[in-house]
């Protein structure tokens, strides 16, 4: 391959990756975390540092279903900083500027985040530059809280994860939806045994028709994720999500339609596109136990 070649390689597989963040900035209705975009790319990723409760609005250590969150012991927090934060060494290597001590920061640095920082979560920055040729992730609230930083450490609020995903990226075709479920691993204690669960309650709560657009949203969404080499761990739970939130779309979009007469015209064209969509979600499903 040549170097124009694989410019060109690099490239395209930073594109593919943009548009699927962009379309996972743009659905709403996950458990553990939400999304934010900001610019072509950026994305602002808000984790919880706690599940919330079924009936609470706050975090709670006790009451939770077993079943919800592993059992296996997770490294303590605060992460030292060598094993969570590249080196300023392999950052000035990276950004092939060694010769000028330039490391590999955001766009802006963390001290100028505008997106507003809470108590219960925590923000990371999920940008893939077109001048790194790759994405990063960047710690932008609770640095004392993920990173036991030393004393002499340079910019170290400025400095990329090391996360295995982003240290993949070369190597392996890695998706946004990877480096999210890793984020939720590194900071919800206790760890979610899916990091993609739906909140159901999300979706009750909006309108009708904003319900009927958000869940379709959400299908299409976790059929991507679902149908692209998930953790094995987690992917029969991603499953059942998918099947219920597809369930509700449909029985929503029934309903809808039956309330607007005026839409009659297009119930057949309608009832055909969901047995097509179903009938594609059950080989979806099946396809990935294969």
């Not at 955001?106 to 219960?120: G, Q």
């Not at 004392?144 to 400095?159: F, H, N, P, T, Y």
């Not at 999210?180 to 899916?194: D, H, Q």
């Not at 990091?195 to 958000?214: K, M, N, Q, T, W």
């Amino acid at each position: 391959m040549t170097a124009e070649e694989r410019e060109k390689a690099v490239k395209k597989k930073l594109q593919g990756f943009l548009n699927e963040m962009l379309t996972m900035g743009c659905v709403k209705g996950f458990k553990y975390f939400s999304n934010y975009l900001r610019g072509k790319e950026e994305m602002v990723c808000t984790v919880l540092n706690e599940p919330l409760t079924p009936r609470s609005s706050t975090p709670s250590s006790a009451g939770f279903n077993q079943q919800t969150f592993f059992s296996s012991s997770q490294p303590e927090l605060p992460v030292d900083q060598k094993d969570l934060m590249m080196s300023h060494g392999t950052q000035s290597r990276l950004s092939e500027y060694g010769f000028m001590d330039v490391g590999l920061p955001p766009a802006s640095p963390s001290e100028k985040e505008i997106t507003p920082a809470k108590e219960d979560s925590t923000l990371f920055l999920v940008a893939g530059y077109g001048k790194y040729s790759c994405p990063y992730v960047w710690l932008r609230s609770n640095h004392d809280r993920l990173v036991k930083a030393r004393e002499d450490s340079k910019c170290v609020k400025d400095s990329p994860l090391k996360l295995k995903t982003t240290s993949s990226w070369n190597d392996k075709d890695i998706h946004i939806w990877e480096i999210l479920a890793e984020l939720v691993k590194l900071n919800t204690r206790p760890v979610p045994s899916n990091p993609f669960a739906v909140d159901l309650e999300y979706f009750d709560s909006l309108a009708h028709g904003e319900r009927v657009i958000a869940l379709g949203a959400m299908s299409h969404l976790l059929q991507q994720i679902y149908s692209h080499g998930i953790d094995k761990a987690y992917a029969g739970l991603v499953g059942d999500d998918l099947k219920e939130v597809t369930r509700r779309h449909f029985k929503d979009l029934h309903s809808l339609i039956q309330q607007h007469p005026e839409l009659s015209t297009q119930q057949q064209q309608t009832r055909g596109y969901v047995k097509r969509e179903n009938q594609s979600n059950q080989r979806t499903y099946a396809q990935g136990y294969k």
